[in-house]
C-alpha cells in the first residue's frame, strides 16, 4: 500500500478509529453496567409514552451500539487488509443508525441539551460516509 493511499483514506480511518471507541465504550458501560443505566433510563423516560419500552430499547441501542464499534473497527482492519473502505462505510450507516436512535430519545425525554450533545457525532458519521463511501 502506497503512502498517497493511505493519507488519501486517512480521513476515513481516522473517523473509523473514534468510532470504533465512541461506540465500543458506550456499548461495554451497558453491558457491565446493565442495572445502573436501567434505573437511569426508566426514570429518563419514566413521563413518556417510551416507559414501559425501557428495557427493550436498552438491550437494542446496547447491540447496536456495540455492533457499529466493531464494524468501525473490523473497517480498519480491512482497509489494511484489502485497501477498501466501504466496511468503514457500513460503519457510517451503522453508526447513524445509532445516533438518530439516542437523538430520538433524547428529543421524546425533552432532553434538549442531551439530544444538542449528540449532533457533532452525527455529523463525524455524515462525514465518514462522504469519506469511505463507494466509487461509483
Do not use: C
Not at 25 to 47: A, I, P, Y
Not at 59 to 74: C, H, Q
Not at 113 to 134: D, E, H, N, Q
Amino acid at each position: 500500500m502506497h503512502l498517497e493511499y493511505l493519507i488519501i483514506h486517512s480521513p476515513a480511518l481516522f473517523a473509523a478509529l473514534f468510532t470504533a471507541i465512541l461506540f465500543l465504550q458506550s456499548g461495554l458501560d451497558k453491558v457491565f453496567d446493565w442495572k445502573g443505566n436501567l434505573e437511569w433510563l426508566t426514570g429518563h423516560f419514566s413521563n413518556t409514552f417510551l416507559a414501559g419500552m425501557v428495557p427493550i430499547m436498552l438491550a437494542k441501542i446496547t447491540v447496536l451500539e456495540l455492533l457499529t464499534g466493531l464494524t468501525a473497527a473490523a473497517g480498519v482492519v480491512y482497509f489494511f487488509i484489502a485497501g477498501s473502505t466501504v466496511v468503514i462505510f457500513f460503519a457510517g450507516i451503522l453508526g447513524a443508525a445509532s445516533i438518530t436512535a439516542l437523538f430520538f430519545g433524547q428529543r421524546i425525554a425533552k432532553d434538549y441539551a442531551g439530544a444538542a450533545v449528540l449532533v457533532p457525532y452525527f455529523l463525524l458519521m455524515l462525514a465518514m460516509l462522504y469519506f469511505a463511501r463507494p466509487a461509483i
